[in-house]
């Protein structure tokens, strides 16, 4: 089976058609990982605080998650935080998410079908996914390019474990960790001096392979409806 790979970004990927996979490792889709691993059933992916507000009151009982410049949201429950939902229990949950990069990329992937989020936590499961269905295609949207100037490498570094992993390759993960540790967002989570982007993320984030689910989105009543499937 040979894939042919495309890159989008945030501003491009509207235009990509076919199977579509939408990366954030630091830190959306490392986070909606770690809730699906605590037991959350769904997660409804929003681009703006008051859609994720507003889907809570519509929702009793779920809870909204995410960040604003990185930082938590008043009036959220959670921050965009893997360290914030480890070792909870979740059974059944529904979450709503809000980011500034990565639930965006999703939400502006109009002609994804399918359309999946990742990061490196759940690479080697999304690979697995991807490859049952045989696509032609494969278009990763690398979230990361965001402010314009950052260069998204950590994302880019997931894609192309991404690519090697979908070609039937069992790339060196050694490199991997490393890129994310280098690029722009790692740099600050590594920073003691900036306590507010907790370091213990960029572990989290540089896990591979640590779970056996993709996440896959669906649009079910105008909504984006993330789930976790086994693979
Ligand atoms: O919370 C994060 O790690 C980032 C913040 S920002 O994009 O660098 O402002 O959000 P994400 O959407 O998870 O990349
Ligand atoms: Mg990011």
Same mark, same amino acid.
């Given at each position: 089976?040979? %894939? #042919?790979?495309?890159?989008?970004?945030?501003?491009?990927?509207?235009?990509?058609?076919?199977?579509?996979?939408?990366?954030?490792? %630091?830190?959306?889709?490392?986070? *909606? *990982?770690?809730?699906?691993?605590?037991?959350?059933?769904? +997660?409804?992916?929003?681009?703006?605080?008051?859609?994720?507000?507003?889907?809570? =009151?519509?929702?009793?009982?779920?809870?909204?998650?995410?960040?604003? /410049?990185?930082?938590?949201?008043?009036?959220? =429950?959670?921050?965009?935080?893997?360290?914030?939902?480890?070792?909870? /229990?979740?059974?059944?949950?529904?979450? +709503? #998410?809000?980011?500034?990069?990565?639930?965006?990329?999703?939400?502006?992937? +109009?002609?994804?079908?399918?359309?999946?989020?990742?990061?490196?936590?759940?690479?080697?499961?999304?690979? $697995?996914?991807?490859?049952?269905?045989?696509?032609?295609?494969?278009?990763?949207?690398?979230?990361? %390019?965001?402010? !314009?100037?950052?260069?998204?490498?950590?994302?880019?570094?997931?894609?192309?474990?991404?690519? &090697?992993?979908?070609?039937?390759?069992?790339?060196?993960?050694?490199?991997?960790?490393?890129?994310?540790?280098?690029? *722009? !967002?790692?740099?600050?989570?590594?920073?003691?001096?900036?306590?507010?982007?907790?370091? +213990?993320?960029?572990?989290?984030?540089?896990?591979?392979?640590?779970? /056996?689910? &993709?996440?896959?989105?669906?649009?079910? /009543?105008?909504?984006?409806?993330? $789930?976790?499937?086994?693979?």
């Amino acid at each position: 089976m040979t %894939i #042919q790979f495309a890159r989008a970004d945030n501003d491009t990927c509207g235009d990509a058609t076919g199977a579509v996979v939408v990366i954030d490792v %630091i830190r959306a889709f490392t986070t *909606a *990982a770690f809730a699906f691993a605590a037991g959350a059933a769904e +997660i409804l992916l929003v681009s703006t605080v008051e859609e994720a507000l507003a889907l809570r =009151d519509r929702f009793p009982g779920s809870y909204v998650m995410g960040e604003v /410049d990185g930082l938590p949201v008043k009036g959220f =429950d959670f921050s965009n935080s893997p360290g914030d939902l480890f070792g909870r /229990d979740f059974q059944g949950a529904r979450f +709503i #998410q809000r980011t500034s990069a990565g639930t965006q990329g999703v939400v502006r992937s +109009i002609g994804a079908e399918p359309l999946l989020a990742s990061s490196f936590v759940v690479a080697g499961a999304t690979a $697995r996914f991807v490859r049952q269905l045989a696509p032609e295609c494969v278009t990763f949207v690398v979230t990361g %390019i965001y402010p !314009p100037e950052r260069d998204g490498d950590e994302d880019a570094a997931c894609a192309d474990y991404l690519a &090697a992993l979908l070609a039937g390759d069992a790339p060196d993960p050694t490199p991997f960790p490393q890129r994310v540790r280098n690029s *722009a !967002p790692g740099l600050i989570f590594a920073d003691p001096a900036h306590p507010e982007f907790p370091a +213990i993320d960029l572990g989290y984030a540089t896990d591979l392979d640590r779970f /056996d689910f &993709a996440m896959l989105v669906e649009r079910r /009543d105008g909504l984006l409806v993330m $789930r976790p499937v086994r693979v």
